[in-house]
């Protein structure tokens, strides 16, 4: 059943991108109703195998061209139905930071060498630092390549508003990195705050006995397992 399924999606999503192609070259003449029905049904397959398959990753995808489909089709409602985007993000929002304090806490004082954890440490960072700045250069190359934005006229309602930011010394930047209140820095989502608590806190717990700290870890592995383990069907 799930593989006559997956092919049967195959063919629908092949057939949409003919029929597609053909519309949009002018070969044949294809009315809208046509291309919405034809699109929704390889859509209502593809949700019917996610069904089947029960991979996360396949539900994000699958999401993705639903609402995709939505605001093509029905703008209006797609405008709406914004509340659920919104619902979703602030519950993206509220398991960042227990997700990384539990990683963190797992992650540092479930091994006993802190040194070892220090030079993994390093070579995160320096893996961080590579990787950002070949972003970096990826972003420029695009931009400059494909010029997206030149020739653009703003309508002359927009605001022309200069922003203006306010100057730190290296001292406010220094402060702004730690924590004044831990609840605090969760309600307002400073995720940099978050990250120094953690790591403060579980070099404390590492260097207490396997006695002492393991509680806490059992809490902190409890609270990690969840998004630690791969969804089924992966």
């Known amino acids: 059943m799930k593989n006559r399924l997956q092919q049967a999606v195959w063919i629908a999503i092949t057939g949409v991108a003919i029929l597609t192609a053909f519309d949009y070259l002018g070969w044949i003449s294809i009315s809208t109703s046509v291309l919405v029905i034809s699109r929704w049904t390889a859509l209502v397959l593809l949700l019917a195998y996610a069904g089947f398959r029960r991979s996360l990753t396949t539900w994000i995808l699958v ?33 960042v930071a227990p997700l990384i304090f539990a990683t963190l806490v797992v992650g540092i004082a479930g091994h006993s060498d802190l040194k070892q954890v220090g030079r993994m440490a390093v070579k995160a960072l320096v893996y961080f630092e590579v990787v950002t700045t070949l972003a970096l250069f990826i972003g420029l190359a695009a931009i400059n390549l494909s010029r997206a934005g030149v020739g653009i006229v703003l309508p002359p309602h927009a605001s022309t508003e200069e922003l203006h930011a306010t100057r730190q010394s290296p001292a406010d930047i220094v402060l702004h990195v730690f924590p004044e209140n831990i609840a605090r820095s969760i309600a307002e989502g400073q995720v940099l705050q978050v990250v120094v608590f953690s790591i403060l806190f579980e070099i404390a717990l590492a260097m207490l006995n396997k006695n002492a700290r393991a509680p806490m870890l059992a809490f902190a592995e409890s609270l990690a397992a969840p998004w630690a383990l791969p969804p089924r069907g992966c």
Not at 72 to 95: E, Y
């Open 63 to 95: 999401s993705m061209l639903v609402g995709s489909e939505i605001g093509h089709d029905w703008p209006q409602t797609a405008v709406q139905l914004r509340v659920l985007s919104l619902v979703f993000l602030r519950l993206i929002k509220t398991i």
